[in-house]
């Protein structure tokens, strides 16, 4: 059974620029949550997708999307990247009332 | 505004003794409080979780504590092995909400 996979595993980007991650949640599971882990810190919520819309969002821009796939896959998209947002994105599923389990994330470099 | 705080950012204990690890709150809308682990190049894995309606909850060698007038809960890991070395979060969630509020983590080290 797989787990929570996410994709690309590093990235590196320029300024301005636009980026987007992919997570697939563990089988079974039809909830998506994106977190954003700086360095030294502990991972902070962006936003959740249930049933293919924004449930939750955290304090993060407008520039910070994302986008729920019929078979619960999500995307996180982050347009006009600023150096800040260097830092490692993780995605975790659940199911209805149960624990979040996490991928290894996506590291993201801004240059 | 720091919800979640881990004060201590290390913490060294010698194999076969008790780790403790701690956690403080200040929202006291929390109800429900995890412990993740993280390995380097890893995500955070779950450990054990307690609601707020528990004071004390078990897994193996892995033991929260939590005491809601304190606003308040520890890790109690016995006894500790090599391999818990890696950091450790303390996470918060409100209500029947999914959002995790993490603490800023502490790094154990178990050694011989």
């Known amino acids: 059974d797989a787990g929570v996979t996410q994709s690309p595993t590093h990235l590196i980007k320029t300024r301005g620029q636009q980026v987007t991650l992919r997570c697939s949640p563990k089988s079974g599971h039809d909830t998506v949550s994106w977190y954003q882990q700086a360095l030294g810190q502990g991972p902070q919520f962006i936003f959740q997708y249930y049933e293919e819309e924004e449930r939750q969002r955290g304090n993060f821009p407008d520039r910070f999307s994302g986008h729920q796939f019929p078979n619960y896959s999500s995307e996180l998209n982050v347009n006009a990247l600023l150096l800040g947002d260097s830092a490692l994105y993780l995605c975790?599923?659940?199911?209805?009332?149960?624990?979040?389990?996490f991928g290894p994330g996506t590291r993201l470099t801004v240059t | 505004d720091q919800q979640v705080k881990q004060n201590s950012p290390s913490l060294s204990v010698q194999e076969g003794r008790i780790s403790i690890l701690n956690c403080d709150y200040t929202n006291s809308m929390f109800d429900y409080f995890l412990w993740y682990k993280k390995y380097p190049a890893e995500g955070p894995t779950f450990l054990i979780s307690i609601s707020s309606i528990k004071d004390k909850n078990e897994d193996g060698r892995f033991t929260v504590f939590l005491n809601k007038s304190a606003k308040h809960l520890s890790l109690h890991i016995v006894p500790s092995q090599p391999g818990d070395s890696a950091v450790y979060f303390c996470a918060a969630s409100a209500g029947n909400t999914d959002k995790l509020i993490f603490g800023t983590g502490t790094r154990l080290q178990v050694f011989p």
């Open positions: 975790a599923s659940s199911s209805v009332a149960g624990e979040q389990y």
